[in-house]
């Protein structure tokens, strides 16, 4: 296919932009949104800066302002009843305004000192507008600074596109998918989908087409990891069959309390995938404080009693060593199970001996930060990787582990933040998932409440209320790492204000910064109950537990998302009382931040937290895996709200797999010469293992 308008200029930025090489690339650059020209606006009909409108009207007046590089051009239009300001920076020297012509101006009002303007909008003369401009929807497409530098703007995109419609009429592409999933999905073919994603016949085709497009996205991308998991079925795995002395001994004398039935069952689904002779892969589910890191060390037990390491990677330092602390505390008459830390702290001399320990099998269980992934660090038998509060890592990192034992290891993902179904279809695949639905006996649900600062005066009654009553209460800020120094200061004045306040209590501070023997005091205070407040960092946001405290003031709330905001709420209700976790933020919020603490007002319930945070963030930040994550990069088609399209689509990739695992048969080379095809395109990275 030829495109028309491409000389060797553009076709090197359309490279280096969109990587488009192609005519066939071109025609995959879908349009972001689309703009019904078949209306006509008033300046008084303008609403809101996100819609793009078309006005008829004249010039009135126009005239330069200011000199030199800085020169930009101001014009008058006029609708008729009333005026607009049009404003141009760039190409001023080539700009003919033309009194007394009526023209079509188009563009994406602004508001600015509460006039509507319009910078760089498109003016046609009224003589020049053709039928076809202001008939249906008119395709949108995203431009860089550098593509509009070489006319390749919305509009030059748009020409180049159409450039290539008649072809595409005329001759056709081949489908990339084959026709029995094509008609029995009723799914628009290929070239009526390419041609109506550009210029939609009408709203419904716009819709279909786009609805192929997003199909097949996510159709390959299921059939991916199908594919891939039906090998790794087949994958051995170290068997571990024993339940053996350490974990009955654990369970007979150090458990101090009855387990939940919900950990007995998790303990026994995770036994048996490590007992099968198949590698685990296993995602372990349960809500803050419902008791996981229990279920980790028992787990671990069972690897040791059948003579294997295991490792447990945390996603910060402070959780790799509250997970040491507690483990060896817990273990402390057991020193035959013996258990390390190795975290970015632990120094070279400290090292070498553990490194050596690792390699000749003198350590049961390790447990650490991302230090673990480090070449040097090896292993003498990991047969175990449990992976704490995962959506902090990255894919990558992930599966570097792996390659520390001589076969896969088992592999046990933690979370607190419940992964949404379609993320966990596509990002993972099927793990195999265990649920952790029951909180341990005699906890409240906590009571969650969203203030503006300007009722502080309030809060602090009932800060005062619930110490009288013999409560502690954690006040907790925002740290973020870009603006280290100005969050420590917030904290500070934060903690002088509560000393002021409550001169009659007294107060602990911790925070990142400080040195670890410090914080502990500080901590320690607390736990003991000497102090009555905790002011502190999200460094708290991690393991800490102080039955006591039933009080959790989230100062800046606006400033965490809400799988953070979840994490901290966990902090509290932990004892006997009923516990408060209270919000507060500035007065005027943005919707999505609204929308965020409306959620966490509503529902404790760490499912409904994660499917409002998928909603409102996206899979990428919710992941942290970014985009990078999935095995072919989602162009059209979002995990969010495509589920449904989702579904249906990994049913039809199922169905061709359960036919031909291999996609050997002719009918599947299609699908096996797309996969490859996308996967060498996208810089694939293999997933999970
Ligand atoms: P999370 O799932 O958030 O990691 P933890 O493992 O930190 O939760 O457990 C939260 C608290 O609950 C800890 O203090 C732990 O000792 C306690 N806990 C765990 N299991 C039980 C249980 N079966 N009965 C009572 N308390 C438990
Ligand atoms: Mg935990």
């Known amino acids: 296919m030829y495109c028309k308008n491409v000389g060797a200029r553009r076709a090197d930025i359309l490279r280096k932009e969109l990587h488009v090489l192609t005519a066939l690339d071109l025609l995959h650059q879908y349009p972001y949104r689309y703009v019904d020209r078949s209306k006509f606006y008033t300046i008084a009909q303008i609403e809101d800066e996100d819609t793009a409108v078309q006005i008829k009207g004249v010039i009135t007046e126009w005239h330069p302002i200011g000199i030199g590089k800085a020169q930009r051009i101001s014009a008058t239009f006029d609708d008729g009843a009333h005026t607009c300001e049009l404003v141009w920076f760039q190409g001023i020297k080539y700009l003919k305004l033309m009194f007394n012509t009526p023209y079509l101006l188009f563009g994406k009002p602004s508001r600015f000192n509460h006039e509507w303007n319009f910078v760089h909008p ?61 008609s029995r999905y009723h799914l628009m073919g290929i070239n009526e989908a390419l041609v109506n994603i550009h210029f939609p016949k009408d709203i419904a085709h716009m819709q279909q087409a786009r609805e192929r497009f997003k199909f097949e996205e996510l159709f390959y991308t299921q059939l991916h990891i199908l594919r891939k998991q039906k090998k790794q079925e087949q994958h051995i795995g170290y068997a571990m069959p024993i339940v053996g002395e350490r974990f009955y001994r654990f369970y007979r004398t150090c458990l101090p309390f009855e387990l939940t039935n919900a950990q007995k069952r998790v303990i026994r689904e995770i036994h048996t995938d490590m007992k099968s002779g198949r590698q685990m892969n296993r995602l372990l589910q349960g809500d803050v404080g419902s008791g996981k890191t229990l279920v980790a060390l028992m787990c671990s037990l069972l690897a040791t009693d059948n003579g294997y390491q295991t490792c447990i990677m945390a996603p910060t330092e402070i959780l790799a060593n509250q997970h040491f602390e507690t483990l060896s505390a817990i273990l402390r008459n057991m020193p035959e199970v013996r258990v390390a830390l190795l975290t970015g702290s632990t120094t070279k001399k400290q090292r070498e001996p553990l490194h050596e320990a690792l390699r000749s099998g003198q350590i049961d269980i390790l447990i650490g930060t991302h230090a673990l992934i480090e070449d040097e660090v090896q292993f003498a038998n990991l047969g175990l990787v449990i992976i704490d509060e995962q959506h902090r890592f990255g894919v990558k990192q992930r599966s570097k582990l792996w390659s520390k034992s001589e076969q896969l290891p088992h592999v046990l993902v933690m979370t607190a933040t419940p992964i949404p179904r379609t993320l966990a279809m596509t990002v993972y695949g099927d793990l195999s998932t265990s649920i952790i639905d029951e909180l341990p006996p005699g906890r409240k649900p906590i009571q969650t409440l969203h203030y503006s600062i300007l009722r502080r005066s309030s809060i602090n009654q009932f800060i005062r209320q619930q110490i009288e009553l013999g409560r502690q209460v954690y006040v907790v800020y925002p740290l973020i790492k870009e603006n280290e120094q100005l969050d420590l200061q917030d904290l500070q004045n934060g903690y002088n204000a509560l000393c002021d306040t409550f001169p009659e209590y007294r107060i602990s501070m911790v925070h990142g910064q400080m040195k670890a023997k410090d914080k502990d005091f500080q901590m320690q205070r607390f736990v003991s109950g000497e102090t009555q407040i905790l002011v502190a960092t999200t460094v708290i946001e991690v393991g800490v537990n102080v039955p006591n405290a039933s009080v959790m003031i989230i100062e800046n709330a606006e400033r965490f998302g809400l799988s953070q905001l979840h994490q901290l709420r966990g902090r509290v209700g932990r004892g006997a009382e009923q516990s408060y976790c209270i919000l507060l933020t500035r007065t005027e919020l943005s919707k999505e931040t609204r929308q965020r603490m409306d959620i966490m007002v509503a529902t404790n319930d760490g499912f409904r937290i994660a499917e409002a945070d998928l909603q409102l963030r996206g899979p990428g930040d919710l992941e942290g895996t970014q985009q990078s994550g999935l095995p072919i990069t989602l162009h059209i088609a979002s995990l969010a709200s495509d589920g449904q399209i989702l579904t249906v689509a990994r049913q039809a990739a199922k169905e061709i797999l359960d036919k031909d695992p291999e996609l050997s048969e002719s009918v599947n080379t299609i699908y096996k010469r797309q996969l490859a095809h996308l996967r060498n395109e996208e810089g694939f990275y293999s997933g999970i293992s």
């Open 122 to 182: 498109e003016l046609t003369p009224m003589s020049k507008v053709t039928p076809e401009m202001t008939q249906g929807l008119e395709p949108m497409y995203e431009t860089s600074e550098a593509m509009k530098r070489a006319g390749l703007n919305a509009k030059g995109m748009r020409q180049i596109i159409a450039g290539l419609m008649p072809e595409l009429k005329q001759n056709g592409v081949p489908d990339t998918i084959g026709m029995d999933v094509i």
